[in-house]
């Protein structure tokens, strides 16, 4: 008997925890991740306190926060600053005001249901390289589509958007047409878990359909609804594909949001200390944006 219980105390021992389990399954990506995220980022801070100079031979100057103390100083960066914040809450506002329309839309019974799911899923299938083409030609004075129908009412204006007014409204909503399609299948998704006696109970209250939204539909959907508003402010952010595409950052510096400024001061201007300080800026708001998001949104989500 006392042989046998060894036996199986061994066999427990031998046994995982979930934590090690989990640690063994996770290691092989978190060491992957520390080689392709924590090099870059290394060299970047080291490049940040130096000054890189190519003319004469490639040589790296210690000027410790001098670079950061430029870009603080800047001009240009702080209007970067203003247009990343004002493309990013557009953007984000419309990303997730479209994908939930998309949701509730797609959750009504229809006939054609899985080939409307498939056309609407279709925008986030596009390149945004393709997405910045289509909407530069759309929004362009010459060639868009407001100036067509114009033309065909008999009309002779050429509205044009791609102008300092309007054009990171432009981009605005060529980012959200690419994202809101995902969000929408996300509500989608969630949509489909909300027990139909909800809704029964909400016919006999006799409340009304923004009642019945807000006090059945939406309580569900808030915890999704704050991930994808963290995953678009992340990625409106940093997009660069579609600005360079459709406006390269005009007309002159109209729609220049901070990673296009970074790709200009980096690969064009060879500055690579200024762009590298510049980017842990960069870092900080998109750090500083989620944090803030989190105190005011989810953490409230998350004691639900």
């Known amino acids: 008997m006392a042989t046998i219980a060894n036996k199986k105390s061994r066999q ?9 389990f989990a640690l063994m399954i996770g290691l092989p990506v978190i060491l992957l991740l520390v080689v392709i995220v ?9 490049m940040a306190f130096h000054r890189i100079m190519f003319f ?10 001098k670079n950061f103390a430029t870009v603080l100083s800047d001009p240009e960066f702080w ?16 990303t997730m005001l479209l994908g939930l329309g998309i949701g509730l839309l797609l959750n009504r ?13 279709l925008p986030w299938c596009v390149s945004l390289y393709g997405a910045g083409l289509m909407f530069a030609y759309l929004a362009r004075g010459q060639t868009g589509l407001p100036t067509a129908i114009l033309a065909d ?22 980012s959200s047409w690419t994202m809101a399609p995902l969000v929408g299948f996300f509500v989608l998704a969630n949509l489909k878990t909300i027990p139909k006696r909800l809704y029964d109970l909400a016919a006999i209250d ?11 539909t939406l309580p569900p959907l808030r915890f999704t609804l704050f991930v994808f508003t963290s995953i678009s402010i992340v990625l409106s ?5 579609l600005i360079f595409v459709l406006s390269d950052g005009g007309p002159g510096d109209a729609s220049s949001t901070l990673t296009y400024q970074l790709y200009k001061v980096s690969f064009k201007n060879l500055n690579l200390g200024y762009g590298a300080a510049m980017s842990f800026f960069l870092l900080f708001f998109i750090i500083g944006s989620t944090m803030a998001l989190y105190l005011v949104w989810g953490r409230r989500e998350k004691a639900l």
């Open 12 to 20: 427990r021992r031998r046994e995982l925890t979930d934590g090690q």
């Open 206 to 216: 006799q409340l009304t359909p923004l009642e019945t939204f807000w006090n059945v």
């Open 79 to 94: 209007w970067c600053t203003w247009v990343t914040i004002r493309f990013t809450l557009e953007s984000v506002i419309l």
């Open 109 to 121: 019974p229809s006939r054609f249901g899985s080939l409307w799911r498939t056309l609407v899923f």
């Open 153 to 174: 009412l008999g009309m002779q204006n050429v509205p044009d958007f791609m102008t300092t007014r309007s054009i990171v409204e432009v981009l605005a909503i060529g």
């Open 237 to 241: 952010m940093k997009l660069f594909d």
């Open 56 to 65: 004469g031979g490639y040589r790296a100057k210690f000027v410790g926060f």
């Open 38 to 46: 924590a090099y870059p980022l290394v060299y970047s801070a080291w």
